[in-house]
């Protein structure tokens, strides 16, 4: 059985040197020809959608050009809808996808993330002069505009509040500042971009999970060279002001943690 030791590690070894050999491709490549090729949808504001003018712009469009900028080449941006994103990295479509993609062991058991670049997390949104509902716990026995099928609807419900449905974040504020409801649970994101469009709404936030969920520039695994620049392209703009530049154009504070 010795031929079939000797198989399986020489089959190991080449294995090893195409890994080694195909690391650092996608990086050479994408300096090679001065364009980092970027897969987002273009119909998710405030992250990526189209102005007034069908220019492409959002949070993650700025943050996809300051990388670029880092890498020394061009950003493109090829788009193309949510459920078939992520698959266009399988066939090379693009680089990286950068589309709010979340962290999750899932994802990263096919492909390779890059550090999180912004972060997410529940919190419990009351108007502006509501002094009785300070924590989640407070909801008991309160109308919460959610929802229904939402992971905000089951944090409400868990603590205790009578649910009002609703078909997104739009409506449960509205039905907040209409006194249909005395809550909402909703993502704080959201609750920045709305804020951010409108100041002067009578809504503030009450309370927030500690716990956040973290989106990443997300590309095929393999090329740890890529991650590695990509990495270093996130701290270069966080350290020289670029990404809170970014965030406060688009939520009027830091977003990534």
Known sequence: MKWL???IVATAVQALAVTATLAGANLDQIKADGVFKIGTEG???????????NKLVGFDVEIGEAIAAKLGVKPEFLEGKWDGLIAGLDVKRYDAVINQVGITEERKAKYAFSDPYIASKAVLIVK???DAIKTFADLKGKKSAQSLTSNFGKLAEKN???LVGTDGFDQSIQLLLTGRADATINDSLSFLDF????PDADVKIAAQEENADYSGVIVRKGDPELVEAINKALADIKADGTYQKIADKYFGEDVSK
């Open 5 to 7: 030791k000797s198989l």
């Open 43 to 53: 119909t998710y504001a405030p992250f990526t959608y189209h102005d007034e003018n």
């Open 128 to 130: 502006g002069d509501n």
């Open 160 to 162: 205790g509040a009578e």
């Open 195 to 198: 804020k951010k469009h409108k």
